[in-house]
């Protein structure tokens, strides 16, 4: 029987805008690190570092580094990487514990 590549099938469903939101969403709320690699994911799945310096006129190699492991983006950068891939930035307030 074989198997299905599963990264093949979620930079797949990444190129879907909602569910690259719903996805960064969810690795943001598990930490710091685990939503720069969902926003690299993002990012392959939607052209690579290339096709995103040139839609968001960012210097290619400026959003290696912002999106490396030790990257430390700003919030006007993320905000200009989100933008360029068609997701918005929204804050919520946190849900009561019941």
Known sequence: MKTDDYRAKLLQRLANPDYAADYLTECL????????????DVVEARGGIAELARTAH?????????????GNPTLSSL?????????????APKAEAA
Not at 79 to 91: D, P, Q, R, V, Y
């Open 29 to 40: 709320e598990l930490g710091e690190a685990e939503f720069l690699l969902a926003l690299r």
């Open 79 to 91: 905000n200009t990487i989100l933008s360029a891939l068609g997701i918005e930035l929204h804050f």
């Open 58 to 70: 960012l210097n290619r190699e400026s959003l290696y580094r912002l999106l490396s492991r030790k």
